[in-house]
């Protein structure tokens, strides 16, 4: 009598047929990796950019209204730093800054800040710059 064979298991085939599946899908997963971390670097760059712009809106409005009205308010007058310096005085190579402003009326003053960087792509292929501006007021308060 023939005794039957367990057929528990798995075949060689089989996992072989398992092993290069895994294989392609780790292959996928790699090729996005790059990809995924540059823009995640690009998402940083562009919160660290919102940070120094609203920093350096505070730092301006901070400023009495007369000197913005006498040293600033006035036709082609600018505020520029490049690099960039946060207000510890580190400098940051890359960002430039630049604020502009506009008497609108006669106790306001428009502020436009401005920072500009170069981005790269997520495999550095070609760079773009980027500019971030934050508009703001400054009014004077009669007391």
């Known amino acids: 009598m023939l005794k039957k064979r367990k057929t528990a298991g798995y075949s060689l085939i089989e996992i072989l047929v398992g092993i290069a599946l895994m294989g392609s899908s780790l292959v996928a997963v790699a090729?996005?990796?790059?990809f995924a971390t540059a823009h995640i670097q690009a998402m940083g760059n562009r919160i660290f950019v919102i940070q120094q712009a609203q920093s350096k809106m505070e730092t301006i409005k901070s400023m009495s209204y007369k000197i913005l009205l006498e040293d600033y308010a006035i036709p082609d007058a600018m505020m520029e730093q490049n690099p960039l310096e946060d207000t510890g005085k580190n400098k940051?190579?890359?960002?430039?800054?630049?604020?502009?402003?506009?008497?609108?009326?006669?106790?306001?003053?428009?502020?436009?800040?401005?920072?500009t960087w170069n981005e790269e792509n997520a495999y550095g292929k070609y760079t773009k710059d980027k500019t971030y501006v934050l508009d703001g007021y400054k009014s004077q308060i009669d007391m």
Do not use: M, R, T
Not at 31 to 34: A, D, Q, W
Not at 95 to 114: C, G, M, P, R, T
């Open 92 to 115: 940051f190579e890359g960002y430039k800054f630049s604020a502009s402003f506009q008497e609108k009326d006669k106790n306001l003053i428009h502020i436009k800040v401005q920072i």
């Open 31 to 34: 090729g996005v990796y790059p």
